[in-house]
Every structure is written in structure tokens, then in C-alpha cells.
């Protein structure tokens, strides 16, 4: 019997529209709520009943990239009129700028980690699935469940014995160290999705590029990493996202010189009092560079996300 | 162009053995066919000819060097993939380009070589297509240019046209047939298609189980069978195969089916037991006179001729008969077989020489 797909009624495409658009709300409200708190004023932020409309202020940024220190108000006095629009801000408060505070320097921790740590995963993640989809390996199949059982606790669970390991080997808060950890934790799931990916590559493409005369690494780097494109670009997204993100072993393995931009968010909250502006800041800020990736490889992701079940 | 020989080339994938012991030679500029049916080893063998395999034991000579242990990268070959195995990266240009950039070959010979073959497939308006939006056929010619671009020792072709539609497949068939008389190069082809095989090959090695059953030009295999599955595989419908018990001694020229005396060519040597005698349905008439009967059971009309199902006391029989015959379901009918084209099979399954087939079959 066969059977035939119908376009769908008037009223069908109505309900999806709105179930899409119920869930796009109930999932973007919180990131616009976070994206308006960055805009307000502490007062504003803090208002109940929560304010909607409200007179947008960059307080929350410059308290976010300044360190400062509260002065009497006859000090203020002596030191003159503001002479930036930053400065006025600040001074509203009693306050004076110190100089930058650290979250420039632990964001640029949290590229260097994050994309340092994706990289590896990949690089290395696309290599072992490329021998464990085109070599006999032996024990493949023990070899593939192995990898793949280390992601059957949550990494957290190991916290104890790595934050010993790192102490022992002087990896604790560096930049290397982090890296070696997100690697880890990636590459379970790297190497698994990129097999899925190669695996679907036909093999005589490398076969024909053998006989035209190329060798087994040259036939991998001009054939097949060029059609695996979209499988790394979404193992890619999918390992940045979480090293990105990652806040329970930056906690416990950084303080300073390594420390990422999460663990380092909510501190920005203890110093000042209720500087809730600044924290949604520093996390609007976080987001974009996630955001702009994703956006850049979404093509990529949407074939991605159904690795193994659509053949070109 | 080459000469390839093969010899007693054997591949065992773990504890299945893919290819027994073949042993063949593939003349230079001929138009050589693997076929078989699904399974047979025909593919490992062409694939160790090429270098994607490596034999288990057994040699493989191109142009007389032994290369079966060398990549394919080195043995100066070309393949046709069933699936073409375009570059889906790459444009038409580049794809046929690629074997000679890799060769190292300077950018405006490339130019003019691609050019050259793109004119020879008739394909010079795809060269900056990309592959992707190319028809079967067409794919199929980029294919083709890829293998021909590089003036290879000799082409491979692994079922190239096993992905193609049946209305196409004729004409690409033509085609690559036209080509190899223009290039006269040496060509090994797979396939499992017996009709493909008799209608473009100059010689035919038939495989089955990794073991190669006959090895011979396209009419000696269809006439002279050396096997009973070679017997059945190779024509539609299949020769008719009779089982019988019975005794043909050194120079018999007949043998008595179900009673009744059918003659032969005349026998060297003999057997006795269980044998088969085979006859193509082409060389069974229908005659009264013939003592073998048999019962009409269908016909069905294909033209200028039909084919007529009988049910005879050793078997059924098909009968390839003009149309114009007239025959009616149900009638009993009597069979002439011609004489000098019929063959017979051992129990084991092996034809027994006679004087029709002993030039065709050397073995026994």
C-alpha cells in the first residue's frame, strides 16, 4: 500500500506555528531577560514588580570591566568633574574607577580554552574515527565502547582524583591543563559522532584517489576531510559549546591565571553588593561568541544533528 | 597498453576464502569480462588486479612485472567504480584533472589533455559543472574521462553500469565499446549480467564460489559450456538440463532418454552414472516423428519467437520456436534436439569432451 505525504491543512499549520513559537519564547525569554538585566540600572534590576519598559543604562558594563572604590564624597569633590561618560556613571555612587577589572583577561582564558580544547577534540577525534572506520583495529568494537563508556558518569564525578592528579602535576590552573580536561571529556563524544560521519563517506573515494596515483594520507586530507566538513563543523559546535560553558571543574581547577569566564561571573556579584547589571553583563558578553559560531556553521549543524539518517 | 596475467591468485577474507586459485590471461587491447553472479570473488579479483586488495597467494603480472604486492598508486591502472566515485567536492574539470595533478603534471598540459578527453566523451559543456547535479550517464562519462585521461597500462571497470537505468545502460554499453575499439586498451570488466557480458566482451571468465568455471571467448562459453552452472548461467532462459542414468562410452554418438535413443556428438572418453545432457532451447524442435515427448504447458510470445514451456519425463524443457509455430497448451508434442549441439555433464558437473566441444574445453 502505498502512500502519499499531503500537504498539510490550514489548521495543522497553525498549531505548529504555534507550538514553534510557544517553545522559541519559553527558551528565548530568559536570555532576553538576561540581555535587558545587562541594560538597567541595579535599582531597576532589582524592582518588583519586575520593570519591562525602563530607561536603558550602561552601569552594568562599565562596573563590569571596572575595578572600583568607594570614596567620601569630599574626596569626589576634590578630584574635579568626570571627565568620562564612564567615569560619571561610576561617580554617581560615590565611586571611583581603579583601573579594568579581570574579566577581559578571563574571557580571553575561556577562548583559549574553549577553542584550544575543541580543536583537539576534533583534530584527534577525526583521526581515531577515520582509523576505526577504514583500518581493522583490533578489538574495535571493545576499543569503541570504551571510549565511549567514559562519558557514562558525569566527568564531575572524577573531580576529586583529577583535582589531586592536576596538584601533583602542576596542571592545576593552567591553561594547558584545562585544555587536556575539556579534551578529554570531548573526545568520547568526537570520535563517536565523526565514525558516524566517515563511516557514510563512501570508501571508494579514497580508493579512487588511491588509484590516481595518491597516497592513503593524501587520498584522507584532499577526499575525505573536505566531505566530512559538515560532521566536524557540528562535532565542533557540540564540543565548544560544552567546554564553553564548562563551570564545575573551572570552580575546583582555577582561580587565577586559567580561570574562565563562568566561575568568575558570579564573583562579580560579591564585591559591590546586588551588581545583578553587571553579571548579566558579563553574561550577554559570554553568549556572542558561542552564538556567532553557531550561527556561522548552522547550515553544517542542521544536516549534522541528523548525522546517519539522510544520505545525500 | 598491456598484457595481465593472473596466476593462482587466492584472497581469504578470515576463514571465507573470496577467490580459490584463478588462474587467467588477459591479452593486451582486449575487452576482458568478469562475470558472475553476486558473491563469486569476481570483484576480489579485479580489486587485487588493481591493488585495492592484496592476495592472499598467487601472482598478478601487468605487462609482465609482478606488482601483486604494490599500492594501486604504483601500478599505473585505472578504475571505474560502480558508484563512479566523483570527487562530490570537486567540479567535472577538476575530477578528471585530478590523476594527472597528482602526477605532477604541468597546469596548461593538464588544460589541454582534459580538454582532449572531455571532446572524445562528448562532455566539454560539463567540464565547470559540479558533479552533483550530473545525470547517471554523464557521471558516468566524468568517470570514464577520469580513467582515460591518464593513458593507463590497462582500465578497470567494476559494474559501471550497474547504476545506470536499463534504457540508458544499452547506449552507455555502445559507448564504452566504441571507446575501447578507439583506444584499444586492455580492459577487465565486472559484471553479473550475462547479456552485458556476451554482447561487449572479447573473452569471458565466468566465476562462481571464487572458482573460475570457464575462461573463453563470448560464443565458445554459450555454445560449449564447461560446467552445468555455466550452463544455466549464461543464456535466457537457461540451457535445458536433463538429468538422466545412463552409460556413453568412447565414441558414442547417442544416449537413451527416458527410452527413447537422442544423438550426440560423438564421444572421447565416457562416463556412466548419473549424467546430464544439456541442449539450449534454441536447438530444441518440435518434430512427431522425435521418440522424446513431452506435454506444452505454456508459451510465451516474445515477438519474432516464443518460448515453450514442456514438461518431458526427464524435466521441464523451454524451446525457443518461431512465432509463427502454432502450439496449443496441453498438446503432447515430440523433441529433436540438434545433434551437434548438445552437451553432456558429468555427476560432478563437469562437461564431458566430445568432438564438438574438445577445442573449446582442454581440460580432461
Known sequence: MSYSITEPSNRQKWFAGVLVVGYALLTLLPLAWIIATGFKTPADAIAYPPKVVFTPSLEGYVNLFTSRSRVTPEDLAALGPPTTWYDAIVRQYDMVINGPSRYGERFMNSVIIGFGSTFLSVFLGTIAAYAFSRFKVPLKDDLLFFILSTRMMPPIAVAIPIFLMYRQLGLSDTHLGMILLYTAVNLSLSVWLLKGFIDEIPIEYEEAALIDGYTRFQAFYKVVLPQAATGIASTAIFCLIFSWNEYAFAVLLTSGTAQTAPPFIPTIIGSGGKDWPAVAAGATLFLLPIMIFTILLRKHLLRGITFGAVRK | ?364
Open chain 2, 1 to 364: 597498453m598491456a598484457q595481465i596475467v593472473i596466476k593462482n591468485l587466492r584472497k581469504e577474507f578470515g576463514a571465507f576464502t573470496a577467490v580459490q586459485s584463478s588462474s587467467f590471461t588477459i591479452e593486451d587491447g582486449e575487452f576482458f569480462m568478469l562475470l558472475g553472479p553476486s558473491g563469486c570473488g569476481k570483484t576480489t579479483t579485479l580489486r587485487m588486479i588493481a591493488g585495492l586488495e592484496l592476495p592472499t597467494a598467487g601472482e598478478v603480472y601487468i605487462n609482465g612485472t609482478e606488482v601483486s604486492q604494490k599500492p594501486a598508486s604504483k601500478r599505473d591502472i585505472a578504475f571505474v567504480f560502480q558508484m563512479f566515485a566523483l570527487y562530490p567536492h570537486m567540479n567535472v574539470r577538476k575530477n578528471i584533472s585530478y590523476p594527472l595533478v597528482s602526477q605532477g603534471m604541468p597546469r596548461d598540459q593538464v588544460r589541454a589533455k582534459v580538454q582532449e578527453v572531455a571532446e572524445i566523451l562528448g562532455i566539454t559543456a560539463l567540464l565547470d559543472k559540479p558533479v552533483g547535479g550530473l545525470s547517471g550517464g554523464d557521471r558516468q562519462r566524468v568517470a570514464l574521462g577520469r580513467a582515460v585521461v591518464r593513458d593507463p597500462a590497462c582500465f578497470l571497470m567494476d559494474e559501471p553500469l550497474g547504476a545506470l537505468d536499463a534504457e540508458f545502460r544499452e547506449h552507455m554499453a555502445q559507448e564504452l565499446r566504441a571507446l575501447h575499439d578507439r583506444m584499444h586498451a586492455t580492459t577487465v570488466y565486472v559484471t553479473h549480467d550475462q547479456l552485458e557480458a556476451m554482447q561487449m566482451g572479447d573473452k569471458i571468465v565466468v566465476m562462481n564460489h571464487g572458482v573460475v568455471e570457464q575462461f573463453g571467448r563470448p560464443q565458445e562459453i554459450y555454445d560449449w559450456p564447461a560446467t552445468t552452472f555455466v550452463a544455466t548461467f549464461i543464456g535466457s532462459p537457461a540451457m535445458n538440463l536433463l538429468p538422466f542414468e545412463g552409460m556413453v562410452g568412447n565414441g558414442a554418438t547417442s544416449v537413451t532418454l527416458a527410452g527413447s535413443e537422442v544423438q550426440i556428438p560423438k564421444m572421447i572418453g565416457g562416463d556412466e552414472g548419473g549424467l546430464v545432457l544439456g541442449v539450449r532451447p534454441e536447438h530444441v524442435h518440435l518434430d512427431d516423428a522425435a521418440g522424446y515427448r513431452g506435454r506444452v504447458m505454456a508459451a510465451e510470445y516474445l515477438g519474432t519467437t516464443q518460448i515453450v514451456t514442456l514438461d518431458t519425463p526427464l524435466g521441464q524443457v523451454k524451446a525457443r520456436l518461431s512465432s509463427s509455430k502454432l502450439v496449443t497448451v496441453g498438446d503432447s508434442v515430440g523433441l529433436r534436439f540438434d545433434a551437434r549441439s548438445i552437451s553432456l555433464f558429468a555427476a560432478n558437473g563437469h562437461a564431458l569432451i566430445s568432438t564438438a566441444n574438445q577445442r573449446v574445453l582442454h581440460h580432461g
